[in-house]
C-alpha cells in the first residue's frame, strides 16, 4: 500500500471525506476554489495590465499582487493535497497529470514574468514592457485556463467518474 493510500484510510481523511458537517470535504473544497481565486485572479490582473489593458494603471504597484498569489498557490497546494488524500486514484488520472504539468509550468511562467517585468522596482512603468513579457503574461493566460479546465475535466476522464 502508497503512503497515499494508507493516508487515505486514515480517521482525519476518512472524517473529512465521509462526513456529512460542513467543516469536513465543503470545507477543504471552499479552500481549493478560494485559493484558486486568489492564484488565477491576481495572476491575471497581472497578465492583463502587462498586456496593455487599463494602462493608466501604474504597473510598479501591482507587484505587491505577487504576495497575494503566493498565498493562493499555498492555500492550494495544502487544499489539494488533502483533496488528493480523500481520492488517491485520482493520481492515475490523466487530467490530473495535465493538471499538475500545467500548475508547474504557470509557476515557472510566473517567477520568469515577475523576473522579466518587475526585475527593476524603480523603473517599473517607465519603460515599454519588453515583448517577452507580453508573451509571457499572454502565455500565463492560456496556461491557468488550462489547469482550471484540466482541474474540472479531472471528474470526466478516467477513473475519476
Given at each position: 500500500?502508497?503512503?497515499?493510500?494508507?493516508l487515505?484510510?486514515?480517521?482525519?481523511?476518512?472524517?473529512?471525506?465521509?462526513?456529512?458537517?460542513?467543516?469536513?470535504y465543503?470545507?477543504?473544497?471552499?479552500?481549493?476554489?478560494?485559493?484558486?481565486?486568489?492564484l488565477?485572479?491576481f495572476?491575471?490582473?497581472?497578465?492583463?495590465?502587462?498586456?496593455?489593458?487599463?494602462?493608466?494603471?501604474?504597473?510598479?504597484?501591482?507587484?505587491?499582487?505577487?504576495?497575494?498569489?503566493?498565498?493562493?498557490?499555498?492555500?492550494?497546494?495544502?487544499?489539494?493535497?488533502?483533496?488528493?488524500?480523500?481520492?488517491?486514484?485520482k493520481?492515475?488520472?490523466?487530467?490530473?497529470?495535465?493538471?499538475?504539468l500545467?500548475?508547474?509550468?504557470?509557476?515557472?511562467?510566473?517567477?520568469?514574468?515577475?523576473?522579466?517585468?518587475?526585475?527593476?522596482?524603480?523603473g517599473?512603468?517607465?519603460?515599454?514592457?519588453?515583448?517577452?513579457?507580453?508573451?509571457?503574461?499572454?502565455s500565463s493566460?492560456?496556461?491557468?485556463?488550462?489547469?482550471?479546465?484540466?482541474?474540472?475535466?479531472?471528474?470526466?476522464?478516467?477513473?475519476?467518474?
Amino acid at each position: 500500500m502508497s503512503l497515499l493510500e494508507w493516508l487515505s484510510h486514515t480517521a482525519p481523511v476518512v472524517w473529512m471525506r465521509e462526513s456529512e458537517s460542513v467543516w469536513g470535504y465543503p470545507t477543504v473544497l471552499f479552500l481549493h476554489t478560494f485559493g484558486l481565486g486568489l492564484l488565477v485572479g491576481f495572476t491575471a490582473a497581472i497578465d492583463l495590465r502587462v498586456l496593455g489593458f487599463t494602462k493608466r494603471l501604474p504597473l510598479a504597484p501591482m507587484a505587491r499582487f505577487f504576495r497575494f498569489v503566493w498565498i493562493g498557490f499555498w492555500i492550494n497546494a495544502v487544499s489539494g493535497t488533502l483533496l488528493l488524500m480523500m481520492a488517491p486514484t485520482k493520481l492515475s488520472n490523466p487530467a490530473f497529470i495535465v493538471k499538475m504539468l500545467l500548475i508547474a509550468l504557470g509557476v515557472v511562467n510566473m517567477w520568469f514574468l515577475k523576473r522579466r517585468v518587475f526585475r527593476d522596482p524603480a523603473g517599473v512603468g517607465e519603460a515599454p514592457i519588453p515583448a517577452g513579457g507580453r508573451l509571457l503574461a499572454a502565455s500565463s493566460l492560456v496556461i491557468w485556463a488550462g489547469a482550471i479546465t484540466a482541474g474540472r475535466l479531472m471528474a470526466y476522464i478516467g477513473n475519476g467518474r
